[in-house]
């Protein structure tokens, strides 16, 4: 069986992509740049935030599961 997608790394990703910052994205959440850090540095996130998260950058993080899921059958 593969590894589930690490959704902090692929926040990252898509920071990246968008070039924005975690800066940026801590602003926009209403929290502080060092605890969306540790909340990236996990391999999980509660959907509430993922789907925060989702929501401000345009981009569906729960597909990626949804791939991942379909793969291991």
């Known amino acids: 069986m593969n590894e589930a997608p690490h959704i ?3 926040i990252k990703v898509e920071l990246a ?3 924005r910052s975690i800066a940026w994205l801590a602003q926009q959440m209403g929290c502080s740049r060092q605890n ?7 391999d999980y996130l ?3 935030q993922l789907l925060k998260i989702s929501l401000i950058l ?4 729960f597909h990626c599961f949804t791939e ?3 793969n291991q059958f």
Do not use: E, M, P, S
């Not at 969306?36 to 996990?42: I, S």
């Not at 345009?58 to 993080?61: A, L, Q, S, T, V």
């Open 8 to 10: 902090g790394n692929l």
């Open 17 to 19: 992509r968008q070039q």
């Open 36 to 42: 969306l850090c540790r909340q990236l540095d996990h």
């Open 46 to 48: 509660g959907t509430d």
């Open 58 to 61: 345009h981009h569906d993080f």
């Open 68 to 70: 991942y899921i379909l």
